[in-house]
C-alpha cells in the first residue's frame, strides 16, 4: 500500500464551519491527483465518477450541453463512447466504468421505462460498482451513503403513506430489511448503529439544518472510520469527502439551501419506480 507522507501532512485542515476556501475538489485532481499510484487513482476515480454521471445525463438530453470540468473524462470522449454504445458498438471497460456502459444502453433500449427516474437507476449502477471496490473503507464509505439515502426515502415514504420498496435501491440487508419489515424501526435498531440519528434527523422540519446534520453524521463517520489511516489513500479519498461537502455549503446561501432541499424531499414523496434487479 503507497504511503503519502508529504501529500497528505500539505493537505489543508477542513471543518464543516469552514466559509472559504483555498483549495478545491478541481484543483486536487489537477495538481495532486498525477501524483497517485495507478491502483489508488482507481479508487479516487470513484470519487469523481460521480460528476460523470451527471455529465452523462447532460449529454443524453443534449450534446452540446456544458458538462462538470470534475469529471473523469472530456465531454468528447463521452460523446463518443455514447455514439458507439447507441449504435450497438462495443466500449473497453478498461477505459469506461461499465456500469456508464450499461446505464446508456438502457437508455437507449427498447425496454427502456419512462416511469423509471433515469438518475435514480444511474444512482443504483453507481452504489453497485463501487461497493465492489477492493478497498474496505472505500467499499464500506459507499455502502454507508446508500443505507444513510434508503433509510431516509424509507422514513419519509412512510410518513406519506407510500410504497416504501419501489423507491429502496440495492440489495444489502439493510434494503431488504427497509423492504420488507413492518415494524416503527425496519427492525433496524441495535444493527444501525446511526439509525436513531437518522431518525431524529428525518423529523426536522428545517431542512438546512436536517441536511446539516446528516453532513456531521458523514463526517463523523469518516473520522472513525481513517483514525488508524494517516497516510494512505483512505485518508486522500476522506480529505475530498469533506473538501466537496464544505464547497457545497458555501456555494449555497440559507434561501437557496432550503429551497434546493425542499425539492429534494418533494422527489422523495413521488412514487420512484426502479428496475428490479435493484429492488
Known amino acids: 500500500m503507497s504511503k503519502y507522507y508529504c501529500l497528505i501532512a500539505g493537505l489543508p485542515e477542513l471543518t464543516l464551519e469552514d466559509s472559504k476556501l483555498s483549495y478545491t475538489v478541481a484543483d486536487f485532481r489537477i495538481e495532486l491527483y498525477p501524483d497517485l499510484s495507478t491502483v489508488d487513482k482507481k479508487m479516487i476515480d470513484l470519487f469523481y465518477l460521480k460528476f460523470d454521471n451527471e455529465n452523462v445525463l447532460r449529454l443524453l438530453k443534449d450534446k452540446d450541453a456544458v458538462i462538470d470540468a470534475r469529471g473523469t473524462f472530456s465531454a468528447q470522449h463521452l460523446i463518443d463512447c455514447i455514439s458507439t454504445l447507441k449504435d450497438g458498438g462495443e466500449v473497453d471497460s478498461k477505459t469506461f466504468p461499465s456500469y456508464l456502459s450499461s446505464f446508456i444502453l438502457y437508455y437507449f433500449s427498447e425496454i427502456n421505462d419512462e416511469q423509471f427516474f433515469y438518475e435514480d437507476y444511474l444512482s443504483a449502477l453507481y452504489y453497485e460498482y463501487a461497493m465492489n471496490c477492493k478497498n474496505k473503507f472505500i467499499a464500506s464509505w459507499f455502502e454507508f451513503n446508500l443505507s444513510i439515502n434508503n433509510i431516509l426515502v424509507a422514513l419519509t415514504a412512510r410518513k406519506y403513506k407510500e410504497d416504501v420498496t419501489q423507491s429502496i435501491v440495492g440489495q444489502t440487508d439493510v434494503c431488504e430489511a427497509l423492504r420488507t419489515s413492518g415494524a416503527r ?18 423529523e426536522l422540519t428545517d431542512l438546512v439544518d436536517r441536511e446539516r446534520k446528516i453532513d456531521a453524521l458523514k463526517w463523523a463517520w469518516m473520522e472513525d472510520a481513517v483514525f488508524f489511516n494517516y497516510f494512505t489513500i483512505e485518508r486522500i479519498f476522506v480529505f475530498l469527502l469533506r473538501l466537496e461537502i464544505v464547497e457545497r455549503w458555501i456555494s449555497l446561501d440559507k434561501e437557496k439551501g432550503s429551497q434546493l432541499f425542499r425539492n429534494m424531499i418533494d422527489s422523495l414523496k413521488n412514487d420512484v419506480q426502479i428496475p428490479a434487479e435493484f429492488r
Open 185 to 202: 424501526d425496519f427492525g433496524l435498531t441495535g444493527e444501525v448503529d446511526y439509525f436513531d440519528t437518522l431518525m431524529k434527523i428525518s
